[in-house]
Protein backbone atom coordinates (compact mmCIF):
# COMPACT_ATOMS: atom_id res chain seq x y z
CA UNK A 1 0.00 0.00 0.00
CA UNK A 2 1.03 3.37 -0.58
CA UNK A 3 -0.31 6.87 0.73
CA UNK A 4 -2.52 7.45 -2.50
CA UNK A 5 -3.70 3.88 -1.65
CA UNK A 6 -4.64 4.55 1.33
CA UNK A 7 -6.17 7.86 0.75
CA UNK A 8 -8.57 5.84 -1.54
CA UNK A 9 -9.41 3.85 1.86
CA UNK A 10 -9.69 6.86 3.94
CA UNK A 11 -12.21 8.19 1.58
CA UNK A 12 -13.96 5.01 1.16
CA UNK A 13 -14.29 4.18 4.96
CA UNK A 14 -15.61 7.57 5.42
CA UNK A 15 -13.12 9.08 7.58
CA UNK A 16 -13.02 12.79 8.73
CA UNK A 17 -10.95 14.88 6.17
CA UNK A 18 -9.95 16.85 9.55
CA UNK A 19 -8.93 13.67 11.41
CA UNK A 20 -5.46 13.33 9.23
CA UNK A 21 -2.46 14.37 7.19
CA UNK A 22 -1.40 12.93 4.41
CA UNK A 23 0.32 16.10 2.96
CA UNK A 24 3.55 17.76 4.10
CA UNK A 25 1.80 20.45 6.45
CA UNK A 26 0.18 19.09 10.03
CA UNK A 27 -3.30 19.95 10.71
CA UNK A 28 -4.11 19.90 14.62
CA UNK A 29 -5.86 17.25 16.57
CA UNK A 30 -4.79 14.82 13.28
CA UNK A 31 -2.80 11.47 12.51
CA UNK A 32 0.21 12.55 10.36
CA UNK A 33 2.11 10.64 7.82
CA UNK A 34 5.41 12.07 7.00
CA UNK A 35 8.44 11.40 5.02
CA UNK A 36 11.70 11.70 7.25
CA UNK A 37 14.95 10.79 6.78
CA UNK A 38 15.17 7.89 4.86
CA UNK A 39 11.92 6.54 5.77
CA UNK A 40 8.23 7.34 6.83
CA UNK A 41 6.84 8.28 10.33
CA UNK A 42 3.21 8.03 11.55
CA UNK A 43 2.77 10.69 14.42
CA UNK A 44 -0.56 12.75 16.38
CA UNK A 45 -0.08 16.73 15.54
CA UNK A 46 -1.88 18.41 18.36
CA UNK A 47 -0.91 22.51 19.06
CA UNK A 48 2.35 22.25 17.02
CA UNK A 49 3.32 19.20 18.87
CA UNK A 50 4.34 15.58 17.58
CA UNK A 51 3.42 13.10 19.83
CA UNK A 52 3.35 9.17 19.50
CA UNK A 53 6.00 9.36 16.74
CA UNK A 54 6.89 5.90 15.12
CA UNK A 55 8.92 5.01 12.65
CA UNK A 56 8.98 2.80 9.40
CA UNK A 57 11.25 2.04 6.77
CA UNK A 58 9.02 1.56 4.01
CA UNK A 59 6.06 3.44 3.04
CA UNK A 60 3.42 0.64 2.86
CA UNK A 61 4.36 -0.91 6.75
CA UNK A 62 3.90 2.82 7.52
CA UNK A 63 0.52 3.24 5.70
CA UNK A 64 -0.82 0.15 7.36
CA UNK A 65 0.03 1.16 10.99
CA UNK A 66 -1.18 4.89 10.39
CA UNK A 67 -4.68 2.70 8.64
CA UNK A 68 -5.11 0.36 11.52
CA UNK A 69 -4.74 3.57 14.14
CA UNK A 70 -7.37 5.20 12.37
CA UNK A 71 -9.47 2.61 12.18
CA UNK A 72 -9.10 1.95 15.99
CA UNK A 73 -10.62 5.46 16.69
CA UNK A 74 -14.12 5.70 16.09
CA UNK A 75 -14.46 9.41 16.32
CA UNK A 76 -12.74 9.79 13.23
CA UNK A 77 -15.35 8.46 11.58
CA UNK A 78 -17.76 11.24 9.58
CA UNK A 79 -20.57 9.19 11.25
CA UNK A 80 -19.47 9.63 15.18
CA UNK A 81 -21.49 11.52 17.15
CA UNK A 82 -20.51 12.83 20.35
CA UNK A 83 -22.92 11.96 22.49
CA UNK A 84 -23.44 15.69 23.41
CA UNK A 85 -25.80 16.78 20.62
CA UNK A 86 -29.36 18.05 21.59
Known amino acids: MNSADLFTILVTEGFRSSAYSLES ?6 LCLRV ?17 KTYFLDESSACEF ?15 KSGFCM
Open 25 to 30: EDKDEA
Open 36 to 52: EGHGWCVYYSERGLQTD
Open 66 to 80: FLNEMREDPTTKISW
